[in-house]
């Protein structure tokens, strides 16, 4: 029961750490097309939600199994 605790923090951070990289990402691509930075900056947002959604997606997945 002590490790249920650490087990969800650990869960946690590596789901918004992978979030974070995802729209990291997004804001250092260096692409063709010219784009304003706050375009960018939404864009890596939706990156980072989109991750978080689909981690959860995961984890229901997973249970189902």
């Known amino acids: 029961m002590r490790l249920v605790v650490p ?3 650990i869960a946690f951070g ?3 750490a992978d979030a ?3 729209g990291y990402r997004v804001m250092s691509e260096d692409d063709n ?3 304003s930075e706050e375009s960018k900056s939404v864009q890596a947002c ?3 939600i989109d991750t978080l959604l689909w981690q ?6 997973r249970k189902n199994s």
């Open 7 to 9: 087990s969800y923090l």
């Open 14 to 16: 590596y789901c918004v």
């Open 20 to 22: 974070m990289s995802a």
């Open 33 to 35: 097309i010219k784009r």
């Open 46 to 48: 939706i990156a980072g």
């Open 56 to 61: 959860g997606k995961r984890v229901k997945t």
